[in-house]
């Protein structure tokens, strides 16, 4: 070939020879032969030989590669070099690299990664929790803030594994803690945490005063002699900040005193503190009669049974005497006191002394039944009872009319009241009185007019029947009376019953049919036909 360059040859022995371009046949061989070495052969795939982590005594790692001959070392495939062990290590993973050291691209790495730990952190020690000695459990306790992969101590000499301390005498304690892997990695405490002393126990207690119960304090009251830092107690179980109790019924207490910052200090007196029992109270009194307000007497009165030595009271005050007039409606507590020990009282039952009876009220209205006017009396919001009262009538005089009823007939009266004595309009009274509280209500009713019928004919023969026009219950201001002509032949103010079929020059009008119009003091006029009929001479 024209290069003198030959690639890609395979390991043997090679003769060079050269020849002239010119003439092919002047060849000149090589006095030697040339070798082609075989293919170099790669290193074993590396592997750890060994492996040292950091500790906090020494906070770097080493790796030892398994040794090889003929090669060199990497732990990144870059930087390589003559010994097998690499130290100074930071945390991390490492890839194993060796290389043939004649033949340096013959490079074999590890399949896995070798890794150096982080150093252990061992945190700041703190209490987590501290019991302090008291009189039931004399010596303390500490429980150290638990860390894992640790061991504890409270001197720094002494580890075990457990973070909780007992059995501890009173004192100042240094936390400390290590690695349970490496014993350079430890840390103390800032502070030191302190065991208290034993509680001492407060003193026996004592009585101060007693006050017992009267018949004004049913209940009686202890006070305990004070002590300092301490709680007190009757029964060992509910304590107060107070030495002194009330509202305690008669009984027989033993004092109790506890220490307030350790209440297993606790001490109880030597004999117990008698209350003693209610004093005697009086009878329950008891009511023998009330007396009930009416309308005639509008106030009641309470009478009481008698004891010996008391006085007496519904009360607003007590006296003497077991009689209580001139109340006013209320209700009323009765009680009874001794005269020489007034704060002895006993209440009996309450007793109530009614609202005076009220007053009746009712209304009187008028309307015709069958051609009469009739006044009819009701009571106005039940306020009596129509069976429980009676009724008295009376005209404007005063003179009474009527029956014992709720009912007046006005058109019988006025029958019967003589002619030219009723005006309209007419005033009646009516009273009703109670029967049962005496209460009585007297009502005027006024009357304007009372007619229910207007006559259709009249007949003035001095028979007594139909003689004359009347009206006189109708209280008419003026009457006209008309012919069928329409012509008025009797006119007349005031009318009562006047015309008697005469006209107004006082002459007899003729049989026949008359028209008239009614003028009245109130109201609408009103106007109609009446017959007049003679007797045939």
């Known amino acids: ?9 395979a390991p043997g022995n090679y003769t060079l020879y050269v020849r002239n371009t010119a003439d092919t046949t ?40 398994t040794a090889q001959t003929g090669v060199e070392y990497s732990l990144n495939g870059t930087s390589y070099q003559g010994s097998n062990t690499f130290t100074g290590l930071a945390p991390g993973n490492y890839t194993l690299y060796v290389r043939n050291t ?44 638990a860390q894992t992969g640790v061991e504890y101590s409270l001197n720094g000499t002494s580890y075990q594994g457990s973070n909780t301390f007992t059995g501890l005498v009173p004192g100042n304690y240094t936390l400390y803690v290590r690695s349970a892997a490496d014993n350079s990695c430890l840390n103390s405490s800032a502070s030191t945490v302190t065991i208290n002393a034993i509680p001492t126990p407060p003193t026996t207690p004592n009585m101060s005063s007693v006050i017992q119960p009267t018949c004004g304090t049913p209940s009686g009251t202890i006070v305990i002699t004070s002590q300092t830092g301490v709680e007190y107690s009757l029964n060992g ?51 023998i009669q009330v007396v009930q307000p009416t309308c005639l007497v509008p106030s009641g009165s309470i009478t009481i049974s008698t004891q010996p030595n008391v006085q007496y009271s519904i009360g607003n005050g007590y006296q003497d005497s077991n009689v209580f007039n001139n109340l006013a409606p209320g209700k009323y507590i009765i009680s009874v006191r001794f005269t020489n020990s007034i704060a002895c009282i006993t209440l009996g039952s309450d007793v109530t002394i009614n609202a005076i009876p009220p007053q009746i009220q009712f209304e009187t209205k008028g309307d015709c039944e069958n051609k009469e006017y009739i006044l009819t009396a009701n009571p106005l919001s039940g306020s009596y009872d129509p069976n429980n009262v009676s009724y008295q009538w009376r005209d404007n005089t005063g003179a009474p009319i009527g029956t014992n009823s709720n009912v007046l007939n006005v058109t019988d009266v006025i029958a019967s009241t003589p002619s030219g004595q009723l005006v309209f309009p007419v005033t009646y009274t009516l009273t009703v009185t109670s029967t049962n509280t005496g209460c009585e209500t007297s009502n005027d009713v006024v009357i304007e007019s009372a007619y229910c019928n207007i006559q259709k004919g009249i007949s003035p023969d001095g028979n007594g029947s139909n003689d004359f026009f009347d009206l006189r219950l109708m209280n008419v201001k003026k009457l006209e009376i008309f012919n069928r002509y329409g012509i008025k032949v009797y006119s007349q103010s005031d009318y009562t019953d006047q015309w008697k079929g005469q006209s107004n020059k006082g002459e007899d009008l003729p049989s026949a049919t008359y028209y008239y119009v009614i003028e009245f003091n109130t109201g609408e006029p009103k106007t109609g036909w009446i017959y007049l009929i003679r007797e045939k001479q």
């Not at 002047?26 to 060994?50: D, L």
């Not at 107070?242 to 606790?266: E, K, M, Q």
């Open 26 to 65: 002047c060849v000149t061989p090589s006095g030697s032969t040339t070798t082609i070495n075989a293919v170099p052969t790669p290193p074993v795939v590396p592997t750890t030989a060994s492996v040292v982590q950091p500790t906090c005594g020494t906070p770097s790692g080493t790796i030892v590669i």
């Open 1 to 9: 070939q024209g290069s003198n360059t030959f690639t890609g040859l």
């Open 237 to 287: 179980t509910t304590y107060q900040a107070s030495n002194t109790f009330s509202g305690l019924a008669p009984n027989n207490y033993v004092l109790y005193v506890r220490n307030i910052a350790d209440n297993t200090c606790s001490v109880q007196s030597i004999s117990s503190v008698t209350v003693n029992p209610l004093p005697l109270l009086p009878s329950t009194p008891t009511l």
């Open 102 to 145: 004649a033949d340096t691209t013959c490079v074999t790495s590890s399949a896995l990664t070798t890794t150096i730990n982080p150093t252990q952190v061992v945190l700041l020690p703190t209490a987590f929790r501290t019991v302090q000695p008291t009189c039931a459990v004399q010596s303390g306790s500490i429980e150290i803030t």
